[in-house]
């Protein structure tokens, strides 16, 4: 299923289709994915930045949490709803020091924009600082062409098409 985009990217900064500037995500809700449930009050319109940490989804293959991922899905597919819209900062917790852990980490985030593909409010993901720009785009790109990403790194910002967080 190809979502349809909301949003398009441009001197990072993030853009309606319709070409207006979306001030919105400057009073975004932050909030801890673990919170995620659906007893949040979620108001109409709203813009939230959704820390996720590496724990949560699982570190490998073996160890996904599914049950949480499909608590997120149903958050996330509630914001649906109230054209509510989300961005998600995947954090590690721990230095990656080593390429294995790295793609290990990527994998995981590769895995959860799989489960949450369906749902319409994710703008995008945040850059994670401890990954290569490049590779972590391309990775999620493949599948959710949609996406726009954010980063608050100067050098990452190079990118124009980066939206500063």
Not at 3 to 19: P, R
Not at 64 to 77: I, M, N, S, V
Not at 138 to 164: G, P, T
Request: with cysteine.
């Amino acid at each position: 299923m190809k979502i349809q985009a909301h949003f398009t990217s441009k001197d990072n900064k993030l853009f309606f289709l319709d070409g207006r500037e979306c001030s919105s995500l400057s009073n975004s809700i932050k909030m801890s994915a673990a919170d995620c449930n659906q007893s949040v009050l979620i108001e109409e319109n709203s813009f939230f930045i959704i820390n996720l940490s590496w724990q949560l989804i699982g570190k490998s293959e073996d160890s996904y949490d599914e049950a949480f991922l499909a608590g997120l899905r149903d958050f996330l597919k509630k914001m649906d709803s109230l054209s509510s819209f989300a961005v998600i900062d995947v954090v590690s917790d721990s230095a990656l020091t080593e390429e294995s852990q790295k793609d290990d980490f990527i994998a995981s985030i590769k895995h959860c924009a799989r489960r949450i593909k369906d749902c319409s409010s994710v703008i995008g993901f945040v850059i994670p600082k401890e990954v290569e720009r490049e590779t972590f785009c391309s990775a999620l790109l493949e599948k959710h062409s949609h996406y726009i990403f954010f980063s608050s790194d100067n050098d990452v910002l190079q990118n124009d098409k980066i939206v500063r967080l």
